[in-house]
Nanobody, 118 residues
Framework: EVQLAESGGGLVQPGGSLRLSCAAS????????MSWVRQAPGKGLEWVST????????TVAGSVKGRFTISRDNVANTLYLQMTNLKPEDTAVYYC???????????RGQGTQVTVSS
């Protein structure tokens, strides 16, 4: 059974940093295209970043470019999102999901809340 479990969210002040983790089970993370997506209150899912399967090439949304970095640990079968210089507009529930930009992200975890506020 495919399972994704996010952790690492919390309350942080503007300018702060957080690292989100996504533990994968039931499949090999490095053989899948994986993304982080987020959902702000009252809004739909927004793509944040993707890491491609074999190549490990990454892409990131313009709104977080230079601040967020996606990575993975193939041994731990875990996906990460390092977030720096956080802004209030980054407040959302963050999900890790199978698939790249434009997919429906139907396979995703339960999410972890990130709140950026002073």
């Amino acid at each position: 059974e495919v399972q994704l479990a996010e952790s690492g969210g919390g309350l942080v002040q503007p300018g702060g940093s957080l690292r989100l983790s996504c533990a994968a089970s039931g499949f090999i993370l490095s053989t899948s295209v994986m993304s982080w997506v987020r959902q702000a209150p009252g809004k739909g899912l927004e793509w944040v970043s993707t890491i491609y399967d074999l190549s490990g090439i990454t892409t990131v949304a313009g709104s977080v470019k230079g601040r967020f970095t996606i990575s993975r640990d193939n041994v731990a079968n875990t996906l990460y999102l390092q977030m720096t210089n956080l802004k209030p507009e980054d407040t959302a529930v963050y999900y890790c999901a199978k698939g790249g930009p434009g997919t429906d992200y139907a396979i995703r975890g339960q999410g972890t809340q990130v709140t950026v506020s002073s």
